[in-house]
């Protein structure tokens, strides 16, 4: 088990240093940075000046470590749209998505696995195809013209929900949370369900598929001979062999529902790190587009070692077989 | 039919189960009717499709959707099981009648232990605490003669081999006592040791606790060695029913009769099977490969020199580094093959026989050329059968080899004719022109019509696209085949037409063949000279009549010793 | 050679059991509805929306059913710029469906070559370049699509690009699986022990045997082509607005959504949403035909 663990981490140096190098070259190289940081009415001098303080005369490798100096001691720059340290700025937009973003794939997970075991445990029934319809759909609809809706119906038809913004926040260990109030949930109800439905319909597809294909398995027709009772098949059977594909794709879909955030939130004006980032990719802010690229990166790797780590703990075969 | 003395434990009568299909109905049991007394076993044989399965499943009430019982009754101690609620259907499951099914691979749960799948069953009919559950559990174990059983109660199913596993889906069905228990081919998955071992095992756990057993199987003979009584299912219909050694060595029925026939162990060595039937009568066209530098029959021709195989896992690239850089152990590396040195001589047949794992296939594959032996060498006539370096590659079309499973073996994109002439063209052993007609006379030698060239695989039975890979190899005009376990995946009968093609075919063009089988009956039947694998090395060799009248090697007398065999009649 | 005509292909049978199928049928047929309908938009549209000269903005915002200045009906309504919305959907779907099969059919292209060549050479090379893969697979193709797109500038060759890179990992991932799978089968061990060139036995045996899985995904990287299109063009990053994909128009609409000029981005988004659904559906029947697992 601690050499496997070893053995990701070992894996996540090398990921994060082949990240640092791709969004290095995606980001600083591709384009002339001093377009954008010099207006074209400067003198030669001072383009001299900032191209010397940027370190743009240098060899792009030598460039490239400085960096990676700069990154190693958690400087990402100052924003040159909010003209503030980036790793503040960024800090201060995290929780709104992460809250986000966690609620949406909790309740993907929760609504979707048994509705769509109950899917494939009844494939032919009406109900199901209701279900397969319903997730096909929300398989299709774009996150985007899903959350347009939700706006028209609920915001703009019924006035129940505020269209946009965060709502009241409420602090817990020095951090403001929107799902503390009431107010904060009316804020939170759409954003989230937008954010879900992708999620919601995958999570059923999964499930009625893992579902389906084991009911027809020798585990389970043996478990149904030894007389167990169609909910102990389904519940302790059936759902313990789907979970381990169902938590990759958790894993997965949780990094993806990250990425989603950045249309759900330009939709809500959810003041979020999605927003954030459109809004410095429109003005070309390349130090809160670095920061938030290895940001990601950072995130993707701890998700994916925390899925890798469960898996074993799900999957008995990984633990002898790895160790 | 006798009746049972204390009256039957279960009563099916005019059993019928249909599987509805777009091309109609399907009768997998079609009127079936038996009974089964307290305590009997009854052998329940038949090929594949036959429905003996399916009759299993209809006693117990699970059978796949979209199929169901369109009429009959099943009576348990006179009660109709047929149209009982799910809840009582449930509590008679595993409680009164239990199953053991095919594939201990596939029937315990890869993710729970062993004790949570016992304890699973037990809370299914009883309350029980976790102390309570896990002494039972401990206890069954025990009782299927499982060592160790409180450290193995906390086991993964893939902590177990495959016998292990079969003992405790048995273990698994006997927790309850029932009074009838299902055996669907639990032993047909399993190495014939092992199967010897559950079959004795079986037979007195079922004497003590007095179970009724509904052995299902398609091998005659291990059904002779446990069945009170045995019934012959065909079609979906028993053809006949009678006490095991009655049926067994006086058939009435025609059925019956040509499955006994077609079993090699009840013919001469080397006798065409079925008394000759399913023999083609087309002659292979003519040999047009040179034949000059051929060695005489009974020659060395196919020199194995101290083969060694090797297998590692496959690594990534960074696990590699990894590794390289002394930050992980190696990767264990499973010897598959090791060190064998053997000799085929020219117009012989060799029998190499092993049970899984023993390495008989790995040595198959590096003999044919498939795979570059970690060390050692293959020579033929004196010349390597590949070529040397990185990316060694087979060099000679003189080898060709038969594979296991006849649907795996063809391509499903391709036309038989198209198969069959791809190697050949290739190997300019046939012109454009010719090819057709070369496919079509190959393809009447192998018992098949001529016209079969322009379908695709998905259109033939398992037998026929056996035969069409036999043509497929000897198209190419070998000296060499080795067979690969060729007739493993087929039922008895097409077995036999298989094996007496080969008998045929290999005396009509002079062929030296390996082959490769675990089936003792079937390798005495064609081989002049047999090699015993186990663990990777011949642990005794010699000629067919020497090894099995009088085995040397320990492994080889328990073989021989674990082959069940038929009741022969007193002539 | 042996090609005499024999219908019981594997096609042939493919296509009957297909059929069978209601729905899927359905999904089929409105998929080539749409795809003719686009193909024909210059033909059949009442106005083209690229013409400016022929908008007028008196029309502009108006509700379904308008007869305007043209001397047509706006059966759809007029957008912002006073665009027969019809037209601007027909020709929207005209756009999408371009960026969708371009930028599938090249992603298609690159990633089975990529995942079939690693499967093929093996060794370090198929261990690195599916490392690569993997990698990005496991970021979001919106977020891959939607940084290069942003980098690149908008524009339909910056967008195919973003398109192309964000989606050749799901086919190189599946053509390697696929390829890997069918290396290790009986028949191309058949094949290779005749033996027969690796190149023949590449070409002829391991690639048609492939294409399945690779046509399923195709079927459903298409669609999520033309939804990512969708969603850049909506975010502003994808097709510049004088280029009315069905994202814009969409995008175009939000602003008067709350003043309950509804139909601007509804109609634009039903129309998108239909295409995707039928292309998943005709996906979602071909991925169940193709299954082994639910066969018996």
Known sequence: ?????????????????????????????????????????????????????????????????????????????????????????????????????????????????????????????????????????????????????????????????????????????GVEFSFLTADGWAHLILPALNLSLFKFSLMIRLARAGTRELMLSDTVKFARAAGLSEFTVLSRHVLRLISIPLVTVFGLELASTLAFAV?????????????????????????????????????????NLVVDLTYALLDPRLRKGRA | MTAAPLGPLLEVTNLKTWFPSARGEVKAVDGVSFSVAPGEVLGLVGESGSGK????????????????????????????????????????RGKTISMVFQDPMMTLNPVLSIGTQIKLALEAHEKISAADARERAVKALAQVRIAEPEQKVDFFPHQFSGGMRQRVAIAIALLHRPKLIICDEPTTALDVSVQAEILAEMKELVAALGTALIWISHDLAVVSSLADRVAVMRHGHIVELGPAFGVLTKPQHEYTKALLDALPSRAKPGQLLLRGAGIADA???????????????????????????????????????????GIFRPLPV??????????????????????????????????????????????????????????????????????QDPFASLNGRMRIGDILAEGPLAHRLVTRAEAPDYVRQWLAAVGLDPTFANRFPH????????????????????????????????????????????????????????????????????????????????????????????????????????????????? | MFDIAMRDTLLGRFLEEFFRNKTATIAAIVVLLIVLTALAAP????????????????????????????????????????????????????????????????????GAVIGCAAAYIGGRFESLVMRIVDLQLSFPAILLAFVIAALLGQGRYQLIMALIFAQYAYFAR???????????????????????????????????????????????????????????????????????????????????????????SIYPGLALIIFIVSLNLVGDQVRDQLNPRLRR
């Open chain 1, 1 to 173: 088990m601690f050499a496997f663990i070893l053995q990701r981490l070992w894996q996540a140096v090398i990921v994060v240093f082949a990240m640092s190098v791709l969004v290095f070259c995606g980001v600083y190289a591709v384009g002339n940075p001093i377009d954008v940081l010099i207006s074209p009415d400067a003198t030669q001098d001072i383009r001299a000046a900032v191209i010397a303080q940027y370190g743009l005369d240098q060899p792009l490798w030598h460039q490239y470590f400085a960096f990676l100096g700069r990154l190693f001691h958690g400087d990402f720059g100052r924003s040159l749209v909010y003209n503030m340290p980036v790793s503040e700025l960024i800090l201060s937009r995290l929780p709104a998505t992460l809250e986000l973003t966690l609620i949406a794939v909790i309740f993907a997970s929760l609504a979707g696995i048994p509705i769509g075991m109950y899917a494939g445990y009844r494939p032919h029934s009406l109900l199901s195809r209701a279900i397969m319809a319903i997730s096909i759909l929300g398989f299709s609809v774009p996150t985007f013209w899903f959350g347009l809706m939700l706006i028209m119906v609920f915001a703009v038809q019924f006035g129940i929900t505020p269209a946009g913004g965060r709502g009241d926040t409420a602090s817990l260990f």
């Open chain 3, 174 to 264: 599946t053509a390697h699986g696929a390829a890997s799978a069918e290396r290790q089968k009986d028949y191309v061990e058949a094949a290779l022990s005749i033996p027969l060139s690796p190149l023949r036995v590449v070409l002829k045996h391991i690639l048609p045997n492939s294409l399945p899985p690779l046509i399923v995904v195709a079927t459903v990287q298409v669609a999520s082509a033309i939804s990512l299109e969708a969603t850049l063009s909506f975010l502003g990053v994808g097709l510049p607005p004088t280029e009315p994909s069905l994202g814009m128009l969409i995008s175009n609409g939000f602003q008067y959504l709350l003043s309950g000029r509804y139909w601007i």
């Open chain 2, 283 to 325: 002659a292979p066209p003519p040999r047009k490969s040179a034949t000059a530098d051929l060695p005489p029959l009974g020659s060395p021709y196919l020199v194995i020199d101290n083969a060694v195989k090797r297998f590692q896992k496959p690594m990534g690239f960074f696990k590699e580094i990894a590794i390289k850089s």
């Open chain 2, 53 to 92: 399965s399916i009759t299993g499943f209809s006693i117990i009430g699970l059978i796949d959707e979209p199929g169901r019982i369109v009429e009959g009754s099943i009576r348990l101690e006179g009660r109709e099981l047929i149209g009982l609620p799910s809840h009582e259907l449930r509590a008679i």
């Open chain 2, 459 to 571: 259109q033939f039975s398992g037998g026929q696209r056996q035969r069409i890979a036999i043509a497929r190899a000897l198209a190419m005009q070998p000296d060499v085949v080795v067979c690969d376990e060729p007739v493993a995946s087929l039922d008895v009968s097409i077995q036999a037409q298989i094996i007496n093609l080969l008998i045929r075919l290999r005396a009509e063009l002079d062929l030296s063949l390996i082959f490769i089988s675990h089936d003792l009956s079937i390798v005495r039947h064609l081989c002049d000279r047999v090699a015993i694998m186990y663990r990777g090395r011949i642990v005794e060799e010699g000629e067919a009549g020497t090894i099995y009248d009088n085995p040397q090697h320990d492994y080889t007398k328990r073989l021989l010793a674990a082959v069940p065999v038929l009741p022969q009649a007193a002539e």
């Open chain 1, 263 to 303: 249309v759900t939130e330009t939709i809500f004006s959810w003041p979020g790190l999605g927003k954030l980032i459109i809004d410095s990719i429109t003005s070309l802010d390349r130090p809160v587009m670095v920061a938030y690229l290895m940001l990601v990166a950072f995130l993707f790797i701890v998700i």
């Open chain 2, 334 to 403: 499973v010897q598959a093959v090791d060190g064998v040195s053997i000799t085929l001589k020219r117009g012989e047949v060799l029998g190499l026989v092993g049970e899984s794992g023993s390495g008989k296939s790995t040595l198959g594959r590096v003999a044919a050329g498939i795979a570059v032996p970690t060390s050692g060498s293959v020579r033929l006539n004196g010349k390597p059968v590949m070529s040397e370096g990185r990316g060694a590659r087979k060099i000679t079309t003189r080898i060709q080899t038969i594979f």
């Open chain 3, 43 to 110: 033909l059949i549209t009442p106005q083209d929306p690229y013409d400016l000269t022929s908008l007028v903005l008196r029309d502009a915002r108006r509700a379904p059913g308008y007869v305007g200045i043209g001397g047509y009906t706006h059966w759809l309504g007029t957008d912002s710029q006073g665009r027969d919305l019809l037209s601007a959907i027909i020709y929207g779907l005209r756009i999408s469906l371009q960026m969708g099969v371009i930028a599938g059919g090249i992603a298609f292209t690159i």
